[in-house]
């Protein structure tokens, strides 16, 4: 939760590389450097108090939330439960300050604008909390997952994680803006996170219904997997976990995956930020959309249109034969084929009709003499 807040406030300031660099896993040490429009000296004090954002000018900027934080509370909460320092220089800025949480120490610095928070030993005020932390290794993973969430939606970012001064994962800025294609840029950021074989196995998708747009790309179905780990569905560039952009991804696959296959995507939903809610959550991971059932049709007809092209096609390969496909060998005449265990009994019990009136006087004789015909033949 830290990282991902810290890593909202970096975008929110227009960064175009952050590093993130953690020790046992965050809880000793979690340090988020940007290259931001930073905080001014005077404002520095201002960043600590609770519920104080400058992202919210006034009330209908607050039904219309086009940032990824705007709640005030993520600095002050973190500040409460550990050893943090706030370092920031806007670039009309000559020096950097350092402002110590603890205790309202402002101190200059040496800094290239942007700004670094440094979170030590997490939780070292309320060792009860502490207790409920995993091992390092899963909460690097939590880490490490919070990031990559980040990545696949800011293709114009790049993004670096180091783990006890070692570089763990780097995903480069595949992005200018005003340069080159947004959805060729997406494509080389998603193959950079989730791998080269998940584009390969995939279809891109674009749709658009009123005010709804639908982009990204869908796994075939023979990509699908056990668990749904490998679905990511983004509102705004914000990622969220949403049971109508969820059913409605599972309901495009009813038809393509049997028993409980899970299909892997990558979507990205636009739309006017007044018709979506997303305070709804203290995380911000879930959000309420105006009208559900338009978002749901238009990600339904999104995921169909898109794997009805590989899907007809599959069909059409199945329905051709072998002698007309690329390679097939045109001059082999066709297999027989096999005989089914039916078709063999059947063809034993075929008996020419000239042996037929032996075989009824035979019968008849056995009857005759009080013998069962049955145990006699």
Same mark, same amino acid.
């Given at each position: ?32 450097? #940007? ?186 179905? #023979? ?155």
């Amino acid at each position: 939760s830290v990282v991902r807040e810290l890593v909202d406030n970096a975008l929110d300031a227009g960064a175009t590389q952050i590093s993130v660099r953690l020790s046992a896993g965050g809880v000793r040490l979690i340090t988020v450097e #940007d290259d931001g429009s930073g905080i001014p000296q005077d404002e520095l004090h201002v960043a600590l108090r609770r519920h104080a954002t400058s992202k919210i000018m006034n009330l209908n900027e607050l039904e219309t939330v086009a940032t990824m934080g705007f709640r005030g509370e993520a600095l002050a909460a973190i500040a409460a439960v550990s050893d943090m320092a706030l370092l920031s220089r806007p670039a009309a800025q000559e020096n950097a300050y350092a402002l110590d949480a603890r205790s309202g120490v402002l101190r200059p610095v040496a800094r290239s604008p942007g700004t670094t928070v440094e979170v030590k030993e997490l939780f070292f005020s309320t060792p009860a909390r502490r207790k409920f932390l995993k091992t390092d290794a899963t909460e690097l993973a939590h880490c490490i997952e919070s990031v990559r969430r980040h990545a696949l939606a800011r293709p114009d970012v790049g993004f670096a994680v180091w783990h006890e001064g070692r570089l763990v994962e780097q995903w480069r800025a595949t992005f200018v803006p005003g340069q080159g294609d947004s959805r060729d840029a997406l494509a080389r950021r998603l193959s950079d996170v989730l791998g080269a074989d998940f584009v390969a196995q995939s279809v891109a998708l674009q749709h658009r219904a009123g005010p709804v747009t639908v982009t990204g790309r869908a796994g075939l179905p #023979d990509t699908a997997r056990a668990r749904a780990d490998h679905q990511y569905c983004y509102v705004n560039g914000r990622f969220v976990r949403d049971k109508v952009l969820s059913h409605a991804a599972r309901s495009a696959y009813e038809d393509l995956l049997h028993g409980h296959k899970q299909p892997v995507y990558a979507l990205y939903v636009e739309i006017d930020p007044a018709r979506v809610d997303v305070n709804v959550h203290p995380t911000k991971i879930e959000v309420r959309f105006r009208d559900s059932r338009e978002v749901h049709q238009a990600v339904r007809h999104a995921l169909e249109n898109a794997l009805a092209v590989p899907r007809a096609a599959a069909l059409g390969a199945a329905d051709t034969p072998a002698a007309t496909q690329p390679g097939g060998a045109g001059n082999v005449p066709p297999r027989r084929p096999p005989v089914q265990p039916w078709q063999s009994w059947q063809a034993q019990t075929a008996i020419p009709l000239e042996e037929r009136g032996h075989l009824v006087a035979d019968m008849q004789a056995l009857w005759g003499s009080g013998k069962d015909p049955v145990r006699a033949a």
